[in-house]
């Protein structure tokens, strides 16, 4: 297939990429090569390569910085979806979106399903529904993907963040009443990869398997790396943030697995794997 990928260069885009690169022609683009946020450049340009196929993995997920800078934030998480969806629609070509667990308001109880009520609380989760929403006004043949608690081997994660911390912590303090599912972008992108090659359109929650908390997340963290640090747990009120975030976020991977594909494997295993590649 030809595949077209937007945000190659982040986190999740570098891993795309690696997984897809082998079996694959990719188109691969940048803000700087193509910025979603350009209605007539987006829709003219997957004119121009037609494409098998579009990953939109370009977003602004800086959660706090989308609360303070609400125009950016709709604009590239809102429009720019909504360009892309234009650009696939004129050409009959599939999409597939990366959405968040932002969209849920965070009072449940139990895993969210893909058809439970939406309800975003922050700027950030608004402006990444705008995208979904547009997305199913435009397109019949699409993919969006809600996942969660990001990290990969490429930029700023929670993971890094801890161990980089820790070389000049002994204490650290860490939420505690946020739980979700940490999820390793390379175990994400194999899945996208499976997706891909299927007729099984929809929206799909993708992470890994398990949750924790922030809290639990850092400790075990510091447990496989073999730190020495103590993790003191606070309330998401203590540790002020400009944006809000769902107090749970679990996402049950129902459509994934009813569609016949493995779950993925545990957020403890791929936490394993990741430290030990960054060692």
């Not at 077209?4 to 022609?25: A, C, P, Q, R």
């Not at 969210?112 to 435009?138: C, F, Q, T």
């Not at 700023?156 to 303090?173: C, D, Q, V, W």
């Not at 400790?219 to 496989?224: H, L, S, T």
Request: net charge negative.
């Amino acid at each position: 297939m030809k595949i077209l990928i937007t945000g190659s260069n982040g986190m999740l885009g570098n891993d795309l990429v690696e997984v897809l690169k082998d079996n694959h022609e990719l188109i691969l683009t940048t803000s700087k090569t193509l910025d979603i946020t350009d209605k007539n450049h987006v829709i003219e340009f997957i004119g121009e390569n037609k494409p098998d196929i579009v990953i939109n993995s370009a977003a602004y997920t800086n959660v706090d910085g989308c609360e303070e800078n609400q125009e950016t934030a709709y604009s590239i998480n809102g429009d720019g979806v909504r360009n892309l969806a234009m650009g696939c629609s004129k050409i009959d070509c599939p999409l597939v979106h990366i959405s968040t667990d932002y969209v849920f308001n965070g009072e449940n109880t139990r895993p969210w399903v893909e058809d439970d009520e939406i309800g975003p609380i922050s700027v950030y989760g608004k402006s990444k529904l705008k995208g979904e929403e547009a997305i199913l006004e435009i397109l019949d043949k699409f993919f969006i993907i809600r996942t969660a608690w990001l990290y990969g081997i490429n930029g700023g994660n929670f993971p890094k963040t801890m161990l980089e911390l820790a070389k000049n912590h002994s204490e650290i303090t860490v939420v505690y009443d946020e739980i979700g599912t940490p999820t390793y972008t390379p175990d994400l992108a194999k899945a996208i990869s499976q997706l891909i090659d299927t007729d099984y359109y929809g929206i799909y929650h993708i992470t890994n398997s398990g949750s924790c908390s922030w809290c639990e997340f850092a400790r075990y963290i510091f447990e496989i790396a073999d730190k020495d640090v103590n993790v003191i747990p606070v309330t998401a009120s203590e540790f002020a943030r400009p944006a809000p975030r769902p107090h749970y976020s679990v996402l049950e991977n129902k459509k994934w697995i009813d569609n016949g594909f493995e779950p993925l494997r545990n957020y403890k295993d791929a936490i394993k794997e990741y430290i030990e590649l960054i060692k």
